[in-house]
């Protein structure tokens, strides 16, 4: 199916004639038959994986999640099912005999039971809400699970009463909350996340969890399956306290709420050990920085006594999973790599592999995650810089097995650039920064290249030595693709990480990449009349940032960026966490530090031909934002574009068509101001 869709695509676009040999450079077309491997489950008695087998549909612009099936003894894999519906959150039973699901197999997203040894699915909800954190409880009897409660509108005014026939204008929504938008969902519609239950043959889901509150996340339940704990923030004021949240326990027979947990920060993600006696879950300070670890805790739940395990690790511990009763599985990011690992109660940890990777396509952000069993064994998702995700299992002996190899046929006869590890120090105050770049296939060091420096989002998230789609479409036209991890990348540690407070943007990060550019020219093989800069979100601002302190670029390709804070922070759906974050304080009381930050401050400066690209309704750098950049660098009558993207929120690349389109009109603004001395 993946080879017709893809042959069809390319006769239609007229691209290639029906009888031509495919070239063996990466195409966008390929994108359209790139698959990844997501969501792995390995069944409690370690047997069977099921995972998410995620691939695009070139004929509706769509992605398709199917869930497949691995003996992990034989290797062997199976579809589960065999249509085109969407498929979510598999979860195994406790026997290891049932998995539940979340599918639009009926028309709308319900919860299904697929029994393995009678091959049969069993439809078991009816709802109208979304459902997430599916959850079985220990007995196997119930399934757990969060959904949306619709509330009552805001009502200001009485209007008058519509005569019989009337065509009247659609009514106003009234907003009164401080959390009212959010990317990807527009505006909230009143109501609350709470929490139900199911039985697991079907029945009536019954709501367990009540108030004015949000109750979602991972779901532990006891070990006798009569109650279940979960994280939440139910102070009066959590729209304006958005590091705090708390682990309650919610008793199934009659509701009855108990609080865990009352210290300062966030609580959360917990999962209850085999015997039922200690609780392991996740916690965040309070304190009002733009990053702070994870740390891993353990509740003894007898005594409810908390324990702290390995404070000192100065890395964001995530996804803890027992292995026994005294053993954790563990990932963490660790110098642009995720990595899995074993933790036991004294704090010890033990790395297993660094493969864990690949489950975003589009850049190469760290990624990846895992499912461990009580037998030891682990499945998880295995990429490397030329594949996305595959699913491996691995033990505790560091025996790995690749169970899938899902685009070998795609990607195994394909030439594709090769990814190089590149340190080097900052000229602003010697920092040592990690960064990787990308060769084009058939590259020969006796010749100058190109250079595309592309910078990440965040600020803190990681590149890493990954698959990525869109990069390795650069190196494909001939371009050196250089990217970093610059100050403020998680994966570095704390301190790494607040290196960018209060500085995002500014001189400091800029500085990060501008040394990354001319370490890459110290290497031999870059024109350095021939450079180029691109990113994304927060890498769009840093460089909106760049074009206004240098003019050493041949053009720019901004996307989705901030230009303004001053009015970005009052506009967007993050500005509730993010003045009190990274800000020291009140737009309206701290103006000039606010447009100090602002790629604006610096437009009078700007001489870089510039490429503006963003959502129509992108509520997180909204499109006013690019709007305000490309009406200053016209009236500076500096050459400028802007591509709209219509109906697409804050990721501009969620469809495979979107991701080419971005691709695509990158090189092409690139290719207008490539000087001609550069080898291709």
């Not at 006798?224 to 102070?235: G, Q, T, Y």
Request: charged content about 20%; glycine content about 8%.
């Amino acid at each position: 199916m993946r080879f017709l869709s893809y042959f069809i695509f390319m006769a239609l676009m007229g691209s290639i004639p029906l009888c031509s040999h495919a070239d063996d450079s990466f195409s966008s077309e390929d994108i359209f038959s790139l698959e990844y491997a997501s969501s792995p489950q390995i069944s409690p008695d370690g047997s069977k994986i099921v995972y998410i087998r995620n691939s695009n549909d070139i004929m509706t612009d769509g992605k398709n999640k199917n869930l497949w099936l691995i003996d992990v003894n034989t290797k062997k894999q199976i579809p589960l099912f065999s249509d085109d519906k969407q498929y979510s959150q598999p979860k195994w039973s406790p026997d290891s005999k049932k998995i539940a699901f979340v599918s639009n197999l009926t028309g709308s997203y319900q919860i299904h039971v697929h029994y393995l040894a009678e091959n049969k699915t069993a439809l078991v909800s009816q709802l109208q809400e979304g459902i997430s954190n599916l959850t079985w409880s220990p007995d196997g009897k119930w399934l757990a699970f969060s959904k949306r409660v619709n509330g009552k509108k805001t009502v200001i005014a009485k209007m008058p009463k519509k005569p019989k026939g009337a065509k009247w204008s659609k009514p106003v929504i009234v907003i009164d909350q401080a959390y009212y938008q959010a990317d990807g969902r527009g505006l909230i519609k009143p109501g609350y996340q709470h929490l139900f239950v199911l039985p697991s043959e079907g029945g009536t889901p019954r709501q367990i969890t009540q108030g004015d509150f949000h109750h979602r996340g991972q779901l532990a339940w006891t070990k006798d399956s009569s109650a279940i704990v979960f994280s939440a923030n139910r102070l009066k004021d959590w729209e304006y306290k958005r590091l705090e949240g708390n682990l309650f326990k919610v008793q199934l027979n009659n509701g009855k709420l108990t609080e865990l947990t009352s210290r300062a920060g966030k609580e959360y993600n917990p999962v209850f050990s085999e015997d039922g006696k200690k609780l392991a879950f996740l916690s965040g300070s309070n304190k009002l920085n733009p990053y702070r670890n994870a740390k891993l805790n353990i509740m003894d739940w007898k005594t409810k006594k908390v324990t702290e395990i390995a404070s000192n690790f100065d890395r964001s511990i995530r996804s803890q999973q027992w292995l026994s009763n005294t053993q954790l599985a563990i990932s963490y990011d660790d110098f642009g790599k995720r990595k899995l690992a074993t933790i036991n109660e004294n704090g010890k940890i033990q790395e297993l592999t660094d493969k864990l990777s690949g489950t975003t396509l589009g850049r190469p952000y760290i990624s990846g995650n895992f499912s461990a069993s009580m037998k030891g064994n682990i499945a998880f998702t295995s990429g490397s810089s030329d594949r996305p995700a595959d699913i491996s299992v691995i033990n505790l002996n560091k025996k790995t097995l690749q169970l899938t190899h899902l685009n070998d046929d795609l990607l195994a006869h394909k030439k594709l650039g090769k990814v190089h590890e590149i340190t080097y120090q900052s000229s602003f105050d010697n920092e040592k920064i990690q960064g990787w770049y990308i060769t084009p296939p058939n590259f020969d060091p006796k010749k100058k290249y190109p250079l595309i420096l592309e910078i990440h989002g965040g600020p803190h998230l990681a590149y890493g030595p990954n698959f990525t789609a869109e990069l390795q479409r650069y190196a494909s036209q001939g371009y050196v693709v250089f990217y970093d991890n610059h100050r403020g990348s998680s994966s570095y540690g704390e301190r790494f990480a607040m290196l960018l407070k209060y500085k995002y943007s500014s001189k400091e990060d800029f500085a990060d990449h501008d040394s990354g550019v001319n370490a890459m020219i110290d290497l031999g093989f870059i024109d350095d009349k021939n450079l180029f800069i691109a990113g994304g979100s927060a890498g769009g601002i840093a460089s909106a940032y760049a074009i206004g302190l240098t003019d050493r670029f041949s053009a720019a390709v901004v996307t989705k960026p901030v230009i303004n804070w001053l009015s970005k922070v009052l506009t967007a759906d993050s500005g509730l966490g993010q003045i009190p974050t990274q800000f020291p304080g009140m737009p309206w009381d701290h103006v000039e530090h606010y447009w100090q930050r602002s790629p604006m401050s610096l437009v009078g400066n700007v001489t870089t031909p510039t490429m503006l690209m963003t959502g129509e309704k992108d509520l997180r750098t909204p499109m006013a934002q690019t709007e305000q950049f490309y009406q200053a660098l016209k009236l500076r009558k500096i050459d400028t574009v802007l591509v709209k993207v219509p109906d697409s929120y804050h990721g501009i690349a969620g469809k495979p068509s979107r991701m080419v389109t971005k691709i695509e009109h990158t090189l092409a603004w690139f290719e207008k101001y490539r000087k001609s001395e550069s080898s291709k």
